[in-house]
């Protein structure tokens, strides 16, 4: 019997070291340096360019406004406002070291608004954008405020031209130009000294290139998607009860445009563009769901989520109101991706989820 068990225990011992041989050299197979070139070079920068684009035509858009005070230019402010809106999705999940550096998703996209301390804001004249206070009056929720102030756009033109309209102007620009200034920063990071230290730490202790991604990635889709997006407008945080105006671009009702856009872009960022991304290390791993490649699953999961977005016709502030089930449905196939990126893809790369979720899910 001693000999019998002394043989499976040297048969197990050889049998895990050859798995972990195995793994090891799928690892070291995989070129993740090529990968993570692929990443700052073809999706990080080039996301943040195009959004710097779109705000430059912004900050355009609302002088020609200034100067001729027309409706079709109004009108003209606001497409390029939806443009710029959209092009943030794909860049809020590159939340690490440039972008945390200068704090850039609490200046572009925390909702929702104090609409109170914006109008102060404006009546006084006097303000400091940049200060903590201000944080809940800025970035392109307080411009989706300030542009959609009337039930039409007329009305919302209107309110230019009334009361302290040179005011509303100057906030207005104000708002792009600290928007502007921050994305400016960050970019001149990536292109200057943090691509390379990007680029080279393929590693996957906490601080690497992958272990921000990882770690990124899934915080914002489960904060600031799962719960921001749909989860608090659906009342999952107040005991059932919806809570339409907390959603995103309640004012200007393209909550549901821009879950969707968010959605479609980190599905690209998933699968690196048309290079290399986590899905093609992942089959490299050979990670399963089951009988199915983890990658396979995580990508059909977008597709699911995106399916459940096209049911709603309305904006998430509506739909959560009239069409409660349907977002409850998107809400629990985001849970579903929650556990997918949050345990099954961290755990296949060895990459620690280092952000603390206190919320029991």
């Known amino acids: 019997m001693k000999k019998i068990g002394l043989l499976i225990s040297v048969f197990t011992l050889v049998l895990f070291s050859c798995n972990k041989e195995e793994e090891i050299t799928c690892q070291s197979d995989f070129d993740k340096k090529a990968m993570l070139a692929n990443y700052s070079n073809s999706l990080i920068i080039p996301r943040y360019e195009t959004l710097e684009k779109n705000l430059t035509s912004l900050y355009t858009k609302i002088n020609v406004f200034i100067s001729s005070n027309s409706l079709s230019d109004f009108n003209a402010l606001n497409a390029s406002f939806d443009s710029t809106y959209l092009s943030w999705q794909g860049v809020s999940y590159f939340q690490f070291v440039p972008a945390e550096t200068y704090v850039i998703k609490s200046v572009f996209n925390i909702f929702p608004v104090d609409t109170t301390k914006i109008n102060n804001n404006i009546s006084s004249g006097s303000y400091i954008l940049g200060s903590a206070s201000n944080t ?9 405020y300030l542009l959609h102030k009337g039930s039409s756009e007329t009305l919302s033109f209107n309110y230019f031209t009334g009361t302290n309209s040179a005011n509303k102007k100057q906030y207005l620009l104000d708002l792009v130009n600290q928007l502007s200034s921050t994305l400016s920063s960050v970019l001149n990071q990536w292109n200057t000294s943090y691509k ?3 680029n080279n730490s393929d590693g996957t202790s906490q601080g690497s290139s992958l272990s921000n991604i990882v770690n ?7 904060k600031f998607i799962r719960d921001g997006k749909v989860g608090v407008p659906l009342g999952v945080r107040s005991l059932g009860t919806p809570l339409p105006e907390k959603s995103e671009a309640y004012f200007g009702g393209k909550s549901t445009e821009l879950c969707k856009e968010s959605i479609l ?6 699968k ?6 986590l899905d093609d290390y992942l089959i490299q791993l050979d990670a399963k769901h089951g009988s199915q490649l983890l990658a396979t699953k995580i990508n059909n999961q977008f597709d ?8 709603l016709s309305s904006p998430i502030a509506e739909e959560v109101i ?30 620690l989820i280092t952000y603390q979720d206190n919320d029991g899910d």
């Open 272 to 277: 690196g563009g048309s290079g290399q991304g």
């Open 322 to 351: 009239a069409n409660q089930a349907n977002v409850q449905d998107l809400y629990d196939e985001m849970q579903r991706m929650v556990v997918l990126l949050k345990v099954d893809l961290s755990s296949a790369l060895s990459i």
């Open 196 to 198: 390379s230290i990007f």
């Open 136 to 144: 809940d009056a800025i970035g392109l929720p307080a411009l989706d």
């Open 265 to 270: 872009k980190l599905k690209s960022y998933f």
């Open 216 to 222: 990124a990635l899934n915080l914002d889709f489960e």
């Open 304 to 311: 699911l989520i995106i399916s459940k977005i096209n049911a």
